[in-house]
């Protein structure tokens, strides 16, 4: 009897710490087989991101490229950038689930905002050596963390190179390898440029669907690195080519306002009224001035706008 307890004891605590029953009850860090549901990232992108498909070709390639490939030879590394309200902080939010499925709420995620973590100046020494250790820490303990730096166009010069070793083609630093490893740059900066390029198109006849990476990764990355409100102003991430896209942001125009309208709507398990979505997609401002093709918030006060309207 005392045989059999002890090897049902055994059995027990085998079976209580085999990874699957224990992961299903903590968050543990994916495995080096995990791969990304493609055809889940890109339904979830066709049917929530409205007016990219840039960004959404990109990432979605970029984002398969690097999960199935099992031995990376540098972290991946994607800057998004355009106006507010566009979907960079969602298009962020989603690959993160993707990755890890508690997305902002996983241990395995971290999110950086320049004005709360780096807010002062004469600190950007502190800041360099903060960062460093925490993103050392947290790769040592999940090899595939996520770090997402938003606010970018307001980070002080020169802070954001302190990572630079940690994105560069070394196998290790310090005995750390941060290959594996996914960061996520957003930012406004470029945004002017970027509505200028979609707005040359609008107004040479072309479809905005006709724009290709091509047309603005160069300018883009130019910008920002002369731009000294971007955050990566003559930084060597640019200057070494560590990042691996420069992911633009079309500015919306109102078709795609009213899509955001319709979906705030059935997430708030309203039928869809379309009376009360032209009447939210007429409170916006749009741009220029003369056209008003697009709209200068993007879909960013829309759940603000429609709470105006829940009575109805």
Same mark, same amino acid.
């Given at each position: 009897?005392?045989?059999?307890?002890?090897?049902?004891?055994?059995?027990?605590?085998?079976?209580?710490?085999?990874?699957?029953?224990?992961?299903?009850? %903590?968050?543990?860090? @994916?495995?080096?087989?995990?791969?990304?549901?493609? &055809?889940?990232?890109r339904v979830q992108l066709d049917t929530k991101l409205?007016?990219?498909?840039?960004?959404?070709?990109? %990432?979605? $390639?970029?984002?398969?490229?690097?999960?199935?490939?099992?031995?990376?030879?540098?972290?991946? &590394?994607?800057?998004?950038?355009? =106006?507010?309200?566009?979907?960079?902080?969602?298009?962020?939010?989603?690959?993160?689930?993707?990755?890890?499925?508690?997305?902002?709420?996983?241990?395995?995620?971290?999110?950086?905002?320049?004005?709360?973590?780096?807010?002062?100046?004469?600190?950007?020494?502190?800041? $360099?050596?903060?960062?460093?250790? =925490?993103?050392?820490?947290?790769?040592?303990?999940? @090899?595939?963390?996520?770090?997402?730096? #938003?606010?970018?166009?307001? +980070?002080?010069?020169?802070?954001?190179?302190?990572? $630079?070793?940690?994105? #560069?083609?070394?196998?290790?630093?310090?005995?750390?390898?941060?290959?594996?490893?996914?960061?996520?740059?957003?930012?406004?900066?470029?945004?002017?440029?970027?509505?200028?390029?979609?707005?040359?198109? =609008?107004?040479?006849?072309?479809?905005?669907?006709? !724009?290709? /990476?091509?047309?603005?990764? /160069? +300018?883009?990355?130019?910008?920002?690195?002369?731009? *000294?409100?971007?955050?990566?102003?003559?930084?060597?991430? !640019?200057?070494?080519?560590? !990042?691996?896209?420069?992911?633009?942001?079309? @500015?919306?125009?109102?078709?795609?306002?009213?899509?955001?309208?319709?979906?705030?709507?059935?997430?708030?398990?309203?039928?869809?009224?379309? *009376?009360?979505?032209?009447?939210?997609? #007429?409170?916006?401002?749009?741009? @220029? *001035?003369?056209?008003? !093709?697009?709209?200068? $918030?993007?879909?960013?006060? %829309?759940?603000?706008? /429609? #709470?105006?309207h829940e009575d109805f």
């Open positions: 009897s005392v045989s059999l307890a002890i090897g049902v004891a055994w059995a027990l605590t085998g079976y209580l710490s085999h990874p699957n029953f224990y992961c299903s009850y %903590v968050e543990c860090c @994916p495995s080096d087989g995990h791969r990304i549901n493609a &055809t889940a990232l409205f007016g990219q498909h840039l960004a959404k070709d990109v %990432v979605l $390639k970029a984002m398969m490229g690097f999960t199935n490939n099992p031995s990376p030879k540098k972290p991946l &590394t994607l800057s998004l950038h355009g =106006w507010a309200g566009t979907g960079k902080n969602f298009l962020s939010q989603i690959l993160a689930e993707h990755v890890h499925p508690a997305g902002l709420h996983s241990k395995f995620v971290h999110l950086f905002l320049a004005t709360l973590h780096f807010p002062h100046q004469d600190k950007v020494k502190l800041y $360099k050596e903060q960062l460093q250790n =925490w993103i050392r820490g947290n790769v040592s303990a999940c @090899p595939h963390s996520v770090f997402i730096f #938003d606010e970018m166009d307001k +980070m002080h010069p020169g802070l954001i190179d302190a990572i $630079k070793p940690f994105l #560069d083609y070394y196998e290790q630093v310090d005995r750390v390898s941060y290959r594996k490893a996914i960061f996520i740059f957003l930012s406004n900066a470029g945004g002017d440029l970027i509505n200028k390029a979609a707005l040359d198109f =609008w107004t040479s006849g072309k479809s905005r669907e006709e !724009i290709q /990476l091509k047309d603005l990764e /160069l +300018m883009l990355s130019v910008g920002v690195f002369n731009n *000294k409100n971007s955050g990566l102003w003559h930084s060597s991430l !640019i200057d070494r080519n560590l !990042i691996d896209y420069f992911v633009p942001f079309l @500015p919306l125009e109102h078709k795609h306002v009213k899509m955001c309208v319709r979906a705030e709507m059935t997430a708030r398990g309203y039928a869809i009224d379309e *009376k009360i979505v032209q009447a939210v997609a #007429d409170e916006m401002t749009f741009f @220029p *001035k003369e056209q008003k !093709i697009y709209s200068d $918030k993007g879909c960013k006060t %829309v759940q603000a706008k /429609l #709470d105006i």
